[in-house]
């Protein structure tokens, strides 16, 4: 997958898996289309019989739409008789495989261009311009926000590898990156991923957006988000910095016939504070939850999995062979669903011998 494959559904052909693929009102989509009269009206509809998309109809997906509740609806467009099947808004778990693990689309969602690698806007006032290696000492001048730079090389030798980054000036013409005169060496920290005006709005700065990234009760600025789609249709957000070693995993998963899914990704603060107030005032439906701030689910690096289960569910005993091969560990007790990406820390454990950490009792 390349950054600029995203949104990841566009061209790929689907297969309608459920006999009753609804279609649906573009304006409301929970209210179904119905066949009226005057209509040709194939058997054995009638009158008022809601319209579907037959089982085995082969579409495209050209458009994705999500309701309040976070449910994903796309835009299915038949790719074979398409004079007598008719396409439209259905949902997405109509469609073999439920559109999982399909990447819908960055957030923020104004870009003067999206990622694609190497392509960074400068965030932090403090973005001190620095010499290179060893001390990567200040030169005493900043990185003004706002700036679009490119990133030519990151550091080799610090801890962690690429903690610094050298760049140069960029400008943006007709959608392509025009390199221009060297900067210097910066914190990796102090850049976002992307080339956006939002990053210099007070929203991107405020410690509760949707996009704010907080690490063990200490905001530490915001991310780039990816929406996907995960667990029973509904779209999660991942980090762009775990995006890939996710989008791996998942993979390498696949080949052996296993199909992992998120069924929690990044949460904004709010949905944490939802969490955790649930769970405190003891509501049904909620899980042990950290308190807003201090989860790894607003850092990035924490997925929740479909698992299913501890020894003996097909997917958790995936996990606990091959997970750390690709930076995946367990890290807290009784939650076989929660894996972290903290790839120097699942190399030690995969020397040992094991996949979670030593708190990590069942």
């Given at each position: 997958m390349t950054l600029t494959n995203i949104p990841s559904?566009?061209?790929?052909?689907?297969?309608?898996?459920?006999?009753?693929?609804?279609?649906?009102?573009?304006?409301?989509?929970?209210?179904?289309?119905?066949?009226?009269?005057?209509?040709?009206?194939?058997?054995?509809?009638?009158?008022?019989?809601?319209?579907?998309?037959?089982?085995?109809?082969?579409?495209?997906?050209?458009?994705?739409?999500?309701?309040?509740?976070?449910?994903?609806?796309?835009?299915?467009?038949?790719?074979?008789?398409?004079?007598?099947?008719?396409?439209?808004?259905?949902?997405?778990?109509?469609?073999?495989?439920?559109?999982?693990?399909?990447?819908?689309?960055?957030?923020?969602?104004?870009?003067?261009?999206?990622?694609?690698?190497?392509?960074?806007?400068?965030?932090?006032?403090?973005?001190?311009?620095?010499?290179g290696h060893p001390d990567y000492k200040s030169t005493g001048e900043i990185i003004p926000v706002g700036t679009y730079v490119e990133i030519t090389a990151r550091s080799r030798q610090t801890k962690p590898e690429g903690k610094y980054v050298r760049v140069r000036h960029m400008t943006i013409e007709d959608g392509t990156m025009v390199p221009g005169e060297p900067i210097g060496w910066t914190v990796a920290s102090n850049l976002a991923e992307g080339n956006s005006k939002v990053f210099n709005t007070k929203d991107w700065k405020d410690k509760q957006s949707d996009n704010a990234a907080w690490n063990r009760g200490r905001w530490i600025g915001s991310k780039v988000l990816v929406g996907i789609v995960g667990t029973g249709g509904q779209l999660q957000h991942i980090a762009l910095q775990t995006m890939q070693a996710y989008l791996d995993l998942m993979e390498a998963a696949r080949k052996d016939n296993i199909e992992i899914s998120i069924t929690s990704g990044f949460r904004t603060f709010a949905k944490q504070a939802r969490l955790f107030n649930g769970w405190k005032k003891g509501k049904p439906g909620f899980n042990r939850a950290a308190k807003p701030g201090s989860s790894n689910h607003q850092n990035g690096i924490a997925f929740d999995l479909n698992t299913g289960g501890y020894d003996g569910a097909p997917v958790y005993d995936w996990m606990k062979v091959n997970a750390t091969a690709h930076g995946f560990i367990r890290t807290v007790n009784r939650e076989h669903w929660h894996w972290e990406y903290q790839p120097e820390k699942a190399a030690e454990l995969r020397a040992e011998g094991t996949f979670k950490l030593k708190r990590v009792k069942k």
């Open positions: 559904y566009l061209d790929k052909e689907f297969i309608i898996s459920d006999n009753l693929a609804v279609l649906r009102n573009p304006k409301n989509l929970h209210q179904s289309i119905r066949y009226k009269k005057g209509e040709d009206i194939p058997p054995p509809f009638r009158i008022g019989s809601q319209k579907i998309i037959p089982l085995n109809t082969i579409v495209k997906v050209d458009e994705v739409k999500i309701d309040i509740a976070r449910n994903v609806f796309v835009h299915a467009v038949p790719q074979h008789d398409t004079d007598v099947i008719e396409g439209g808004w259905t949902r997405a778990t109509n469609l073999q495989g439920s559109f999982m693990n399909e990447l819908i689309a960055f957030r923020p969602s104004d870009w003067d261009l999206v990622p694609q690698g190497d392509n960074y806007t400068a965030v932090d006032k403090k973005s001190i311009i620095r010499g």
